[in-house]
């Protein structure tokens, strides 16, 4: 259940063609987090996605990355249903959210029951003034520290050399939460399962975790360099 740790603010967010902004109390409308990220994309990466759509063919790419966006979706939806109520909600009768129940619950009974201490807000909107903000899945306390947590499903395992993304992102997210918060959050959790229903868990701390705050602000940089 939620702990009212910290008083999280609702901020409006839009889709523009630019990108997702945030409307921050002061005014300001600022970039997302992942459109900072998507926009700050490295060649080889960009190149590696276009080489994968090539190779698979436009329409199965398109069809591939519809799906696992909705199982993404549904599968959050489920888990935001955990961390608020402490139950998941039934699935419906349709495949697909059965999958992403499934999931869910693995992710729930591998990781969370155990190392989840305290949850403080689900889908908390942040923002670090003047330059970006962003929605994180989950704060809370996890193995007794403080943490920025975030839910990921993925079509197949992954590599931990393969998610510097996902680790700007929660460093991004730490970043903006002391500001706001005045804490000193130094541990990001994603928490991972396949369509096959394989867990995953990455962590990062300490020396590493600041690391990624500095790729992360490298990216801001090279991101308001480009506009």
């Not at 700050?40 to 990355?65: D, F, H, M, P, Y």
């Not at 139950?87 to 969370?112: C, F, R, W």
């Not at 962003?134 to 193995?143: I, K, P, Q, V």
Request: glycine content about 6%; aromatic content about 12%.
């Amino acid at each position: 259940m939620l702990i009212s740790k910290y008083p999280y603010e609702t901020l409006t967010r839009t889709d523009t063609p630019n990108g997702r902004r945030y409307l921050t109390p002061s005014g300001e409308r600022l970039p997302s987090v992942t459109t900072i990220l998507d926009k700050t994309k490295s060649a080889e990466s960009k190149a590696a996605l276009q080489n994968w759509r090539k190779r698979v063919g436009e329409q199965q790419a398109q069809e591939i990355t519809t799906e696992a966006a909705g199982r993404g979706t549904r599968m959050h939806k489920y888990l935001e249903n955990y961390v608020e109520s402490g139950d998941l909600g039934q699935p419906g009768t349709n495949p697909y959210s059965q999958q992403s129940h499934k999931m869910a619950t693995v992710i729930v009974e591998t990781y969370m029951k155990e190392h989840l201490h305290e949850t403080w807000g689900s889908e908390v909107a942040l923002y670090y003034p003047g330059l970006y903000a962003g929605t994180c899945d989950l704060t809370g306390s996890w193995m007794g520290r403080p943490a920025i947590l975030d839910f990921k499903q993925t079509n197949k395992p992954k590599k931990r050399e393969w998610i510097d993304d996902y680790f700007c992102q929660l460093a991004a997210y730490s970043a903006a939460h002391d500001e706001l918060y005045n804490t000193n959050i130094d541990q990001g959790v994603v928490l991972m399962c396949s369509a096959e229903f394989q867990p995953q868990l990455f962590e990062i701390n300490g020396s590493e975790f600041q690391k990624y705050k500095d790729m992360w602000f490298a990216r801001v940089e090279q991101y308001y360099a480009s506009i």
